[in-house]
């Protein structure tokens, strides 16, 4: 097979340069199509107190916001919304005092006179540029591997992925956490095989950054020592300095291929010198690693142990706040207590850790129609397969293919002397074959490391979680750019055709989402219109798609108000204002929309246009979680029981009578929701904006028959879903 590199590089050097100006043009393609359809998006998730806690970084030097989910993102969010010089709500809220990061985020969007179009503009560009220095080194890693096809291929793959369109554009700590991971085991490779002191900086600041990003940081510690191992196996020297440090002699590569098959269970003590020697090397490494670490921690912090500026003025509401830690059992709850106690690391950094902790051991999830708090192992598995293009997966089987078929030949041909240190031997030739994969070894430690840790997580509630591993998916897809450059026969031509039918679909298939992205869904999962009946929550419904409701109510004639409207019902999950949007709406129950609460009364259902987001749809965060089940049924008339009691004239009273009947009817309309969403599964939206929002047109005598007749749905539990 000819090399790719040569195959592209023929002809000088400006056939180099116009490979490099296509993959610019990718990434400018990435760049605006994802740009373009984030202002189409409203606040999604997360981003109001990842916007708003960045910027109080800056402004305040207080840690007290959102302490569990990475400093730098935050930061670097907040850098953006700094430029727009943004108000900040009092500081005498209680929502500030007591740390309520929710209704503080809410009071600095939507209360303290800024524009939340600008602040999300500001911080998503930031975010923008991180995903597209991602992009940037996913097309360097693939073009030394497999040449120039193969990294035009990952890049392709890259530029046109709903999943980094959606979540790469977003002010959270997804993306900007998914580029320190590639980069720390990336730079931690380049290390082991080209030591130095540039290399080291660049390996401890790749992992500093990783660790000031996500708490799932110490995954890279796995990964390294996966990598660490499989380097020493191989590895003949260390060189560091001038200092030269032998792993094996040149002499004792054996030159009988017979000579590798030694007897079970016997080791020379030259071997175990050789991984004593290893193990030593890593040791050392991992500890400057672990001071800079540290460091850079500190001094995202300030040099300061208290969360509060000026110290102790605060205190945190979060998950009933330190209190529940000490009250919490197990190791790594120790392990927090022995480092707050004597202040080893920032407050705020221990508290965040322990709020991951805490929040990981159990979370109310979605998975085609079921309901769990502990999750399934194959949840991740089957939302990758969901929510990639098809095209994407095609060429992924083409690399496989490529892979099984080039082996060693298919690398470029100047990535083993990359890898290998320029004064060691040469394997003999017997051994080639053996270690083709050896390369590829930094991204299936990331894969599997962090895979083996996704599918053991409780918290399965977005494939954003599985972020970091698909980069590395990318690269390793560039493998099916052999075939590119492979000798022409009926076979190979075959193979090229295909590989050129999968990017066409892909790209067809991210065109047509646009701008959709978060909810895109591939068409064998039944298309973004069908994703709300797998996934729901991150994977599709993050409160992203006011604005495409309201476009769609104006367009069918829904906005008006006054005699003789169409009532508008509207159950919203997200952060986004409906009423600053201008959506006029009977609301339903809500998740997290602090403005919109009313009066302790029945909820007025009748006839008309019924807008309900995916995620209440399926009931995940309501006290009624779908599908309904006897357990429901028996709770509702239990309600509907003590209603008719507390309106019966001369009925016994009740102690804190005016409280009963305030929580019974609070209780009540959760539970009419969940009844309606019960008989919506099984009927057809008239329209779906932006996928994410469905909305019914009903009648009064279908909602009477939801509410009052036959449930829909009976599943046979007495018990609450998912518990």
């Known amino acids: 097979m000819e090399s790719t590199t040569a195959a592209l590089g023929r002809g000088g050097g400006w056939r180099r340069w116009s490979v490099h100006a296509v993959a610019v043009l990718l990434l400018a393609g990435f760049l605006a199509m994802g740009l373009s359809a984030s202002r189409h998006w409203c606040v999604a998730g997360d981003e109001l107190i990842h916007v708003m806690s960045g910027y109080t970084y800056w402004a305040t030097g207080d840690y007290r916001m959102q302490p569990e989910n990475g400093n730098l993102p935050q930061r670097l969010e907040g850098l953006g919304v700094l430029l727009t010089r943004p108000k900040l709500p009092s500081f005498d809220l209680p929502a500030?005092?007591?740390?309520?990061?929710?209704?503080?985020?809410?009071?600095?969007?939507?209360?303290?006179?800024?524009?939340?179009?600008?602040?999300?503009?500001?911080?998503?560009?930031?975010?923008?540029?991180?995903?597209?220095?991602?992009?940037?080194?996913?097309?360097?890693?693939?073009?030394?591997?497999?040449?120039?096809?193969?990294?035009?291929?990952?890049?392709?793959?890259?530029?046109?992925?709903?999943?980094?369109?959606?979540?790469?554009?977003?002010?959270?700590?997804?993306?900007?956490?998914?580029?320190?991971?590639?980069?720390?085991?990336?730079?931690?490779?380049?290390?082991?095989?080209?030591?130095?002191?540039?290399?080291?900086?660049?390996?401890?600041?790749a992992t500093a950054g990783l660790f000031t990003s996500k708490m799932s940081a110490p995954l890279v510690i796995g990964m390294m020592l996966v990598m660490a191992a499989v380097w020493a196996w191989k590895a003949r020297h260390f060189q560091f300095l001038g200092l030269d440090f032998p792993l094996q002699d040149a002499c004792s590569v054996p030159a009988d291929p017979a000579a590798d098959a030694a007897p079970a269970g016997r080791r020379s003590a030259k071997d175990w010198g050789r991984w004593g020697r290893a193990a030593a090397i890593t040791g050392v490494l991992l500890l400057v690693h672990g001071v800079v670490v540290y460091a850079a921690i500190w001094m995202m912090y300030g040099f300061r142990y208290s969360m509060f500026a000026p110290p102790g003025v605060g205190t945190i509401a979060v998950q009933g706040g330190w209190q529940t830690v000490l009250n919490s059992n197990g190791p790594a709850v120790a392990l927090l207590s022995v480092a707050r106690r004597y202040h080893l690391l920032p407050g705020a950094y221990l508290f965040g850790n322990w709020h991951v902790f805490h929040y990981a051991q159990a979370r109310r999830a979605f998975l085609d129609g079921s309901m769990s708090s502990t999750g399934w192992p194959w949840f991740f598995p089957y939302a990758w397969l969901m929510k990639t293009p098809l095209g994407t997966m095609g060429v992924l089987v083409l690399a496989v293919a490529a892979l099984c078929r080039f082996r060693s030949s298919l690398f470029n041909s100047d990535s083993t002397s990359r890898i290998q240190p320029a004064h060691a031997a040469s394997p003999p030739e017997h051994a080639r074959g053996k270690v083709w994969w050896y390369e590829l070894t930094p991204l299936l430690a990331l894969i599997t490391v962090y895979g083996l840790a996704a599918v053991t997580s409780h918290i399965n509630i977005g494939i954003r979680h599985i972020l970091p591993i698909e980069p590395a998916l990318l690269i390793l897809a560039g493998a099916a750019g052999a075939w590119v450059t492979a000798?022409?026969?009926?076979?190979?031509?075959?193979?090229?055709?295909?590989?050129?039918?999968?990017?066409?679909?892909?790209?067809?298939?991210?065109?047509?989402?646009?701008?959709?992205?978060?909810?895109?869904?591939?068409?064998?999962?039944?298309?973004?219109?069908?994703?709300?009946?797998?996934?729901?929550?991150?994977?599709?419904?993050?409160?992203?798609?006011?604005?495409?409701?309201?476009?769609?109510?104006?367009?069918?004639?829904?906005?008006?108000?006054?005699?003789?409207?169409?009532?508008?019902?509207?159950?919203?999950?997200?952060?986004?204002?409906?009423?600053?949007l201008g959506i006029h709406a009977i609301y339903l129950p809500c998740f997290r929309v602090q403005p919109l609460e009313q009066p302790y009364r029945l909820l007025p259902l009748g006839g008309g246009v019924y807008c309900i987001s995916a995620t209440m749809l399926q009931g995940i965060y309501t006290v009624a979680p779908g599908p309904w089940t006897r357990w429901h049924e028996r709770v509702y008339r239990t309600l509907w029981q003590t209603m008719r009691e507390l309106d019966r004239p001369g009925h016994s009273p009740y102690i804190n009578e005016s409280v009963v009947r305030d929580n019974t009817i609070s209780m009540l309309n959760q539970f009419l929701l969940a009844r309606l969403c019960a008989y919506l599964r099984h009927i057809r939206p008239v329209g779906q904006p932006g996928y994410s929002i469905l909305v019914y047109k009903l009648s009064t005598a279908q909602v009477q028959k939801a509410i009052f007749g036959p449930a829909a749905e009976m599943v046979d539990k007495n018990q609450p879903p998912g518990e």
């Open 96 to 205: 500030w005092r007591n740390s309520d990061e929710w209704e503080y985020g809410w009071q600095f969007f939507y209360h303290a006179g800024n524009d939340p179009a600008r602040l999300l503009w500001a911080a998503r560009c930031v975010v923008a540029g991180m995903s597209v220095l991602l992009g940037i080194l996913i097309y360097l890693w693939s073009s030394r591997l497999f040449g120039a096809a193969g990294g035009l291929l990952s890049l392709t793959l890259f530029a046109f992925s709903p999943i980094m369109l959606s979540h790469g554009m977003l002010a959270t700590s997804d993306a900007i956490a998914t580029f320190f991971f590639l980069a720390s085991v990336g730079a931690w490779w380049r290390l082991l095989h080209r030591p130095g002191v540039g290399t080291l900086a660049l390996s401890c600041l």
């Open 487 to 580: 000798r022409r026969t009926w076979g190979t031509g075959l193979i090229k055709g295909l590989l050129a039918a999968c990017v066409v679909v892909l790209v067809v298939e991210s065109l047509s989402v646009w701008p959709s992205y978060l909810s895109f869904f591939n068409e064998a999962a039944g298309g973004p219109a069908n994703g709300y009946k797998h996934l729901v929550d991150s994977s599709y419904d993050w409160g992203q798609d006011l604005p495409a409701l309201k476009h769609w109510l104006h367009r069918h004639g829904y906005d008006r108000t006054g005699p003789g409207a169409t009532p508008v019902y509207l159950s919203y999950f997200g952060l986004g204002d409906p009423q600053a």
